[in-house]
């Protein structure tokens, strides 16, 4: 379980393709506080610890999660937005992430607002009906307010603001028209579409 609040960015440096894709990321962490076995979310995406060394640590991604998240992610040299796993007692200061990536978005738009920095992104459609105004949006492991949500004969799009702070202490200021973005969408719209469907298929149970 993890709240979109970064805490590092590490940057990949070294991928191998064995019968998983194992990546080695260097990071500011002190590793030696990093169990064996520990979950990292990796710009988005809950991943394993399966070795690590001074200032930096390996995962194994799977063919379904490669299949599943930004697949230019996990190259040489890029940089990934960083967090550990939530521990009891800690601040909540995003939101309740899972480190499921639900879906890629496509930024459409990247453009000044103020002091921060407005980004428009197009959805897949099977995202579309889990955004709402004010609602909340993981991306590539950021917890983000959506601001606004338009839906058109073609496609739903939603935008974001990115204040300084966040710009400065994660990958998003990389952002630019074309980048794919990890999404996870609201753990409650999830289980309130687990109930519909429900619903539809049981027409006489009542929920």
């Not at 930004?70 to 040489?76: C, G, N, P, S």
């Not at 603001?161 to 999404?183: E, Q």
Request: glycine share 10%; charged share 20%; aromatic share 4%.
């Amino acid at each position: 379980m993890f709240t979109g609040i970064i805490t590092d960015v590490g940057t990949i440096d070294a991928v191998e393709q064995r019968g998983d894709l194992r990546v080695r990321i260097a990071t500011h962490y002190d590793t030696d506080t990093i169990e064996m076995g520990a979950s990292i979310a990796c710009s988005g995406a809950c991943l394993t610890v399966v070795q690590k060394g001074p200032g930096w640590f390996a995962v194994d991604i799977s063919a379904e999660s490669v299949a599943r998240t930004a697949a230019e992610r996990w190259l040489a040299g890029n940089r990934l937005n960083l967090e550990r796993a939530l521990k009891v007692g800690d601040e909540l200061g995003g939101h309740i992430v899972t480190g499921h990536v639900d879906g890629i978005g496509t930024v459409v738009a990247v453009a000044p607002e103020g002091d921060s920095t407005r980004v428009t992104i197009a959805v897949p459609e099977t995202l579309a009906p889990h955004l709402a105004a004010k609602g909340s949006i993981t991306m590539d492991g950021v917890s983000l307010t959506v601001n606004e949500v338009k839906d058109t004969a073609t496609d739903t799009r939603f935008g974001v603001n990115i204040i300084p702070h966040t710009a400065a202490m994660t990958t998003l200021a990389d952002l630019a028209p074309g980048s794919s973005v990890n999404l996870e969408i609201d753990i409650l719209s999830r289980y309130l579409l687990r109930v519909q469907d429900y619903r539809k298929s049981h027409a006489n149970v009542t929920l």
